[in-house]
């Protein structure tokens, strides 16, 4: 079976937690990590890794110094990206996006979410994106992949500079871009 059509099935067993039925696009990829820097050492937070193409592509974008922590609720996930993705920069943590201050509590440069936010509580929506601006650095960025506009105000009362981009029509995938400024 090919790796896209073993993604489709793993992602369509478990929609209610992934909330897609099939790995983000290759743009996604791009525009999530287009902020990125080979030139700096970087502590980045993954929220939502599933099995891992945004992880690849964050790894791919940054020193030999850098660091990524990737949040993946499903435990089957992590096995897989821990099998197939052998990069002594990335841990895999097996815990929720909601829970990241029990696991790191500041000087986090980027998070880069694929967390299916729209299906969250209002509270657990909030705690996350608290949770993030609180251990970003100034100048750090959160930026996350939605199928909707809807949840932008949401960011926009946390982080201070917000930005949108519409990358495709269907499925229509936006990604936000929010950056913490004091
Ligand atoms: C739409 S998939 C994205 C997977 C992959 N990164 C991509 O871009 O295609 C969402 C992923 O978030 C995971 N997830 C759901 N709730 C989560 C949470 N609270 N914290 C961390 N990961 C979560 C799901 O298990 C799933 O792997």
């Known amino acids: 079976m090919n790796q896209k059509l073993r993604t489709a099935l ?24 287009k902020h990125l820097s080979i030139d700096k050492d970087l502590t980045i937070i993954e929220f939502g890794m599933g099995h891992g193409n945004i992880t690849k ?33 990335l841990k895999v943590i097996n815990d929720g996006a909601e829970n990241v201050k029990n696991y790191i509590t500041s000087n986090v440069d ?18 996350i994106l608290n949770d993030s601006h609180e251990i970003l650095n100034i100048q750090g960025m959160y930026s996350q992949v939605l199928y909707t506009k809807h949840n932008f105000k949401k960011f926009q009362k946390v982080f201070e500079d917000c930005t949108i981009k519409k990358l495709s029509y269907f499925p229509p995938e936006y990604i936000y871009h929010c950056q913490k400024l004091k």
């Open 10 to 33: 793993s992602f369509a067993k478990n929609v209610l937690t992934t909330g897609a039925l099939s790995e983000t696009s290759r743009k996604v990829e791009i525009e999530i990590c």
């Open 57 to 89: 592509e964050i790894l791919a974008n940054i020193s030999q110094k850098s660091q990524v922590y990737a949040f993946e609720i499903n435990p089957d996930f992590c096995e897989f990206v821990e099998s197939n993705v052998k990069d002594p920069r």
């Open 110 to 127: 980027f998070v880069l979410a694929s967390i299916p936010f729209s299906f969250f509580s209002k509270e657990k929506a909030f705690k």
